[in-house]
């Protein structure tokens, strides 16, 4: 029996969705850097785009913003890390000992 209120699972047009952009974000998200926030937006996107398309596209663009910060942050600590080292390496040999 079915419920003639129930809204199908489809967007207005009819057409189903393709989930391949939340897919790859998914997948980018774990293999590189292993991002959890983008994961859990890619996560959350791919279960809201059949229902609330345009919910999902906005956890799909703020997955990549958040991507693109810890990924910034990412590289500004790998440049203090080797400014860090670089600094105790050329103050290792400045001391005389007795």
């Given at each position: 029996m079915?419920d ?11 057409a ?45 663009k ?17 440049i ?19």
């Amino acid at each position: 029996m079915t419920d003639p209120n129930f809204a199908a699972a489809a967007p207005a047009g009819g057409a189903p969705v393709s989930k391949t952009k939340w897919i790859v974000q998914l997948v980018v998200s774990v293999l590189c850097l292993g991002n959890i926030v983008t994961l859990i937006l890619a996560i959350l996107g791919l279960v809201k785009a059949d229902t609330d398309l345009e919910t999902a596209n906005k956890y799909y663009k703020w997955g990549w913003i958040a991507y693109v910060i810890f990924l910034v942050l990412w590289i500004i600590g790998i440049i203090l890390y080797f400014v860090f080292v670089a600094s105790v390496v050329a103050n290792s040999g400045s001391y005389e000992t007795y």
